[in-house]
Structures are given as C-alpha cells and as structure tokens.
C-alpha cells in the first residue's frame, strides 16, 4: 500500500478543499522498512532529485557515547527494552530514535534515525 503524502481534502476548519489537480507520482512516500537487530545490512534508496539515502534493515552494533569520559566505543546490541513509539515494537525488536536499548555497556538511547541515517547512534543512560 502506497503512502501518500500530498495535500488533504479537507481544510483544517473542516471545509472541503477543492483539488486544482490530480495525486503526483513524488507525493508517494516509501514503505517503511524497520531496522532490527541481526547481521548489519543497508539498504540504498533514491530521493528526489536522484539523491540516495541509505537505510539499515538490521544492526549488530552500535556508537555507543558515555558522558562520564566522553568517549565513543562500538557497542553490541543485546535487545529493545523500552520504545516510546509504540510499545509493540519491543516485542518485534525494532529500533528507532528514542528507544532504549541495552548494550554490552549498559543501557542506551538511540539518538539517530537509522532508516534515514544507517547507522545507530546512541548514549548511555547515567544510573
């Protein structure tokens, strides 16, 4: 199912908006893809204007910052323990910006978009 992500047919009173034209082919947005843990694997996607972003699928890893030395060390992914949005996605793993994860270091927050940025960034939760 495509995602469109064109005008409304209602105003935001409430009215009916008159359309001046028909849905374009640049307002279908793309499928979403959540990245999960596993085998890191990216995908690359085409943009507008033939700019490429790249998405990850699955992580193994992630850049994990801890604020007390402030240095950055690659730390492996173990599981999702909180996700704020939506809490279904917990139980499937997924990781998106804002979910907590537990690392090999301890708990962290993913402050990166990994399906727009394909990489897991993340800093760990002082306790």
Request: proline share 2%.
């Amino acid at each position: 199912m495509a995602l469109w992500q064109g005008k409304s047919k209602r105003k935001s009173t409430g009215g009916r908006r008159v359309s001046c034209r028909g849905k374009r082919k640049f307002e279908i947005s793309r499928e979403k893809q959540f990245t999960k843990i596993g085998a890191q694997s990216l995908k690359e996607y085409r943009g507008m204007g033939g700019t490429t972003k790249i998405g990850m699928l699955t992580a193994e890893y992630a850049n994990v910052v801890d604020k007390k030395d402030n240095k950055i060390q690659k730390a492996k992914i173990l599981n999702v323990t909180v996700n704020p949005a939506d809490p279904n996605y917990v139980q499937r793993n997924i990781i998106n910006k804002g979910a907590r994860i537990t690392t090999e270091f301890g708990d962290a927050i993913v402050t990166s978009r990994p399906g727009q940025d394909g990489a897991i960034n993340a800093v760990l939760i002082q306790n």
